[in-house]
């Protein structure tokens, strides 16, 4: 689950204006959810597509990319919410893990503490999507955390109400990742600048870091953001996860830079959740 950086209520879907004359009739929900699910299977498959053939060698950098592709092949499926009841979208195998869009107007969906989440109510491994509107291009990035969750849940054989430890771990990893895909997309350069402004910056130490990233200007993590790709947000949400994924690039890639160790960057994780929390 994303900590309260990326933690948004969600909003309604509103139905935008016509070119012509009046206004173009609302999505039905059944719609809106058929082309948010599109958008992120494109940004992700997109994603994936990009890797190089070399991504296939568990020895190179990129390989838990192109793991978790065959992960979403092969262990991952949609399912459909009505109610408090989940639904396979197509005939098939069960799944161990499954992706869900909650449709707009669902009980859910005042459930939900973050825009993407486990569903820690379920009796079967499930993310939940709210029905907010994302450029594909970063919807393969926000699936890119999700998923690596799942994988973690299904390959550990762990509950999605995990010890404290493990709970750290995983999301640790799925930051990771999620670092590893926005800068693959970059081409490198969301890297390159986090490190030039953290290389000009003067840190006295891991926790000055984390609240000093906390407490970065909007307008530093919107130039973080564009070296991914220059479309607009298309949703409030959407610009809100943007930023939430290029802080939380400035603490792992801090974490790298300093070669902290899993639990030494954990805590500045933690340390850097608990400065934005509200």
Not at 23 to 36: F, N, S, Y
Not at 41 to 53: C, K, Q, V, Y
Not at 144 to 173: G, I, K, M
């Amino acid at each position: 689950m994303r900590p309260s950086v990326l933690i948004l209520l969600p909003i309604l879907l509103h139905p935008s204006a016509g070119a012509s004359q009046g206004h173009r009739p609302a999505p039905v929900p059944d719609q809106v959810v058929a082309e948010i699910r599109a958008g992120y299977d494109s940004g992700f498959a997109s994603l994936i597509a990009a890797l190089p053939p070399s991504a296939s060698d568990p020895s190179t950098a990129l390989w838990p990319l192109w793991a978790l592709g065959r992960f979403r092949t092969q262990a991952v499926a949609w399912a459909t919410m009505s109610g408090d009841t989940y639904r396979a979208l197509v005939p098939g195998p069960r799944m161990p893990a499954w992706l869900v869009v909650v449709p707009p107007g669902s009980n859910a969906l005042r459930r939900m503490k973050g825009s993407l989440q486990l569903d820690p109510t379920a009796t079967i491994l499930v993310a939940l999507i709210a029905p907010e509107r994302v450029t594909p291009t970063w919807a393969g990035v926000f699936l890119v955390h999700q998923l690596s969750l799942l994988a973690d849940y299904v390959h550990d054989s762990t509950s999605t109400s995990p010890s404290p430890a493990q709970y750290n771990r995983t999301e640790l990893q799925a930051y990771d990742l999620e670092l590893m895909a926005a800068d693959f997309l970059s081409q490198g350069r969301l890297r390159h600048m986090i490190d030039s402004v953290l290389a000009h910056w003067t840190l006295a130490s891991a926790e000055d870091a984390a609240d000093r990233i906390a407490a970065a200007d909007p307008s530093l993590l919107s130039t973080l953001q564009a070296t991914v790709t220059a479309e607009r947000p298309r949703s409030t949400v959407e610009a809100e996860l943007r930023g939430g994924v290029a802080a939380t690039s400035m603490v792992i890639r801090y974490c790298e830079v300093h070669a902290l160790s899993a639990d030494a960057c954990g805590a500045v994780v933690r340390r850097f959740t608990h400065a934005v929390a509200p």
